[in-house]
């Protein structure tokens, strides 16, 4: 296969899908097909592109400041170096999170940040320090450079040669015009040389192109994957923590749900069981001034009465 050069295409346009409780949006063409146009593979090719600088700098600074630290060890400066180093790597991850959100849509939650018990910079070195968020910022800024490189180049390597080769036919005219070649050489030594120039060649030069733009997109899933797990992993907060938050909503939905029901309960009775008992008191008040004229209409009355209050018991 002949190495061909494309233009670095980059169009981060997003896509409605996923955003929002929409009905499910019924598609002529299969996923397969749809992929390479689709908002979420360009998404996650930018994500890719831009995983090399950032991570890049971010290895950079915590090698140099993390050896400056271990260095200065020896005299007190070494300890805030190191604590720096870890706030630094802590401010990258804010700006990671913030990054996967916007491009892979994982939404991570921020981790508690690390405070000392009173003010002043001691605690708060102590503070970074002790905090095991800290020093998983910075094993992902160690062990996400390699990753972003190797991502970097795949991505970077399919998608360009995928488009270039599948629109060959468009621009095959500028090597005749250029440089009065046939097109990209196969091979060539001093007596033969073989040039993709045939419009069979051609044809299936762009079929190969089509091939690998199709398979590309399903590459880059696969590579975003792998950052979406180092993110979750290392920049969110730890699994005790998000526990100890799980309970404490958990709590607030039953005081929430015990209140609401005490206020129901309440409610019942002032307007239901406070009722009958006032109609009850009038009752069993006319009841008794009717007692020596009337017997008869007395005793219905204690008797609507007594009805009475086995409905304000229930």
Same mark, same amino acid.
């Given at each position: ?36 146009? +689709?908002?979420?593979?360009?998404? +996650? ?50 700006? +990671? ?27 708060? @070195? ?76 051609? %044809?299936?030069?762009? @079929? ?32 005790? %923590? ?17 209140? %609401? ?13 406070? %009722? ?12 008794? +001034? ?25």
């Amino acid at each position: 296969m002949a190495t061909a050069y494309g233009p670095d295409t980059r169009d981060h346009q997003r896509s409605g899908a996923g955003f929002g409780d929409r009905p499910p949006v019924k598609h002529v063409f299969p996923a397969a097909l749809r992929a390479p146009l +689709e908002g979420r593979t360009w998404r +996650e090719f930018g994500y890719l592109l831009l995983s090399l600088p950032i991570s890049t700098v971010l290895f950079s600074l915590s090698i140099a400041l993390t050896s400056l630290s271990a260095g200065m060890l020896i005299t007190f400066l070494g300890i805030p170096i190191l604590a720096g180093t870890l706030a630094m790597c802590r401010g990258f991850g804010a700006l +990671e999170r913030a990054r996967a959100r916007g491009l892979l849509g994982l939404d991570v939650a921020d981790p508690a940040p690390a405070r000392g018990k009173t003010g002043g910079l001691m605690p708060w @070195v102590g503070a970074v320090l002790k905090s095991g968020v800290s020093w998983r910022h910075l094993l992902y800024a160690l062990l996400h450079f390699p990753w972003a490189v190797f991502a970097f180049v795949v991505s970077l390597t399919f998608w360009s040669c995928g488009w270039a080769t599948f629109t060959y036919p468009l621009w095959q005219w500028i090597f005749p015009a250029t440089i009065g070649a046939g097109g990209i050489q196969l091979y060539g030594d001093d007596h033969r040389r073989i040039y993709l120039d045939a419009p069979f060649e051609l %044809a299936a030069t762009s @079929v190969c192109g089509l091939v690998v733009v199709l398979i590309t997109p399903w590459i880059i899933r696969g590579l975003t994957s792998v950052d979406r797990l180092m993110v979750a992993g290392l920049l969110g907060p730890s699994r005790l %923590a998000t526990r100890v938050s799980e309970l404490e909503s958990d709590r607030g939905v039953v005081v929430d749900t015990a209140a %609401a029901d005490l206020r129901r309960i309440e409610r019942d009775l002032h307007d239901g069981a406070q %009722a009958r008992l006032v109609a009850l008191a009038m009752d069993l008040g006319l009841a008794k +001034e009717k007692l020596t004229d009337d017997p008869e209409a007395a005793a219905r009355m204690v008797d609507e009465a007594h009805g009475e209050v086995k409905v304000a018991l229930q």
